[in-house]
Antibody, heavy 123, light 107 residues
């Protein structure tokens, strides 16, 4: 059964860089059938898609974050990563990684999800 | 960007009741809509995709309908374990993939 697990610092200072890694177990990141995504949820608020990456490193980003966000993938370690630059308090959220199926003529849903990690931006 | 609007924001119900949650899109999505259930401290769990297909292991009391811009999730007979927040997500128009703000179901 595929499992995803987020890891990284829980506290980041304003204006610095937030970096998270999602480790994949029970399956391979190298599959051509899936994208690997990041979604976040500020405390008490809704979900926001950040971006996706595939096994080959092809990325899609939320236009609202494209200037600050970089996704990368390491298939040898079976993990993918997120880097968000110049963070502010508005970036405080639970960050989830999730898998998304490749579809021919549309996007797709996210399943499964990691447990999520709360990242707080504060001095 | 497609804006997803869920209603109501909160629903207080009793076990055994039939519950219908709504999700409206600002642009047509065909059938490209998913529903998730989220309990406190847990990640979202996929319930429904392609508007009406139940994910593996999802009880038959959950059903989805709709097309275009109007979608619903129905729980035919609410069980105590069904409390939580329900999110809809569109994947018919990109970028970006977008979610509704959620409907909280209180038992």
């Amino acid at each position: 059964q595929l499992q995803l697990h987020e890891s990284g610092p829980r506290l980041v200072r304003p204006s610095e860089t937030l970096s998270l890694t999602c480790a994949v177990s029970g399956g391979s990141l190298g599959s051509r059938s899936y994208y690997w995504g990041w979604i976040r949820q500020p405390p008490g608020k809704g979900l926001e898609w950040l971006g996706d990456i595939n096994y080959g490193g092809n990325t899609d980003y939320n236009p609202s974050l494209i200037s600050r966000l970089t996704l990368s993938v390491d298939t040898s370690k079976n993990h993918f990563s997120l880097t968000l630059r110049s963070v502010t308090g508005a970036d405080t959220a639970v960050y989830y990684c999730a898998r998304r199926r490749v579809m021919t003529n549309s996007g797709s849903w996210f399943d499964p999800w990691g447990q999520g990690t709360l990242v707080t931006v504060s001095s | 960007e497609v804006v997803m609007t869920q209603s109501p924001s909160t629903l207080s119900v009793s076990p055994g009741e039939r519950v219908t949650l709504s999700c409206r899109a600002s642009q047509t999505l065909d059938f490209n809509l998913a529903w998730y259930q989220q309990k406190p401290g847990q990640p979202p769990r996929l319930l429904i995709y392609s508007t009406s297909t139940r994910a593996t292991g999802v009880p038959a009391r959950f059903s989805g309908r709709g097309s275009g811009t109007e979608f619903t999730l129905t729980i035919s007979s609410l069980q105590p374990e069904d409390f939580g927040v329900y999110h809809c997500q569109q994947y018919g128009s990109w970028p970006p993939w977008t979610f509704g703000q959620g409907t909280k179901v209180e038992i």
